[in-house]
């Protein structure tokens, strides 16, 4: 019922930018829905899945301390997609990102994980 297609990583050096997408689509979005909260986690090798950013719906945001001021969240309600613009990239930033979008509709909830996109950063 949603589908979430990331987009934008890649490999850059130390300092560079990157700029990751993930649109949602499905059935789900030809009915009355909201879009509470969208984020992005990253999973590094060895490590758990960690929150890097999140948005709510009215907009707040919040960030892992280790990206703040780094990075940028961003959504387009009327393109169901969120958006990370990440700068300043360090090599400790390397992993798996991930988006992740909580919808209701009809007062129910679903919780969506897209595939993961891979950042690296060299040094």
């Known amino acids: 019922q949603v589908q979430l297609v990331e987009s934008g990583g890649g490999s850059v050096q130390a300092g560079g930018s990157l700029r990751l997408s993930c649109a949602a689509s499905g059935s789900i979005f030809r009915s009355i829905f909201s879009i509470n909260t969208m984020g992005w986690y990253r999973q590094a090798p060895g490590k758990q899945r960690e929150l890097v950013a999140g948005?709510?719906?009215?907009?707040?945001?919040n960030y892992a301390d280790s990206v703040k001021g780094r990075f940028a969240i961003s959504r387009d309600n009327a393109k169901n997609t969120v958006y990370l613009q990440m700068n300043s990239l360090k090599p400790d930033d390397t992993a798996v990102y991930y988006c992740?979008?909580?919808?209701?509709?009809?007062?129910?909830?679903?919780?969506?994980w897209g595939q993961g996109t891979q950042v690296t950063v060299s040094s």
């Open positions: 992740n979008i909580y919808v209701v509709s009809w007062s129910k909830g679903y919780d969506s």
């Open positions: 948005i709510t719906r009215d907009g707040v945001t």
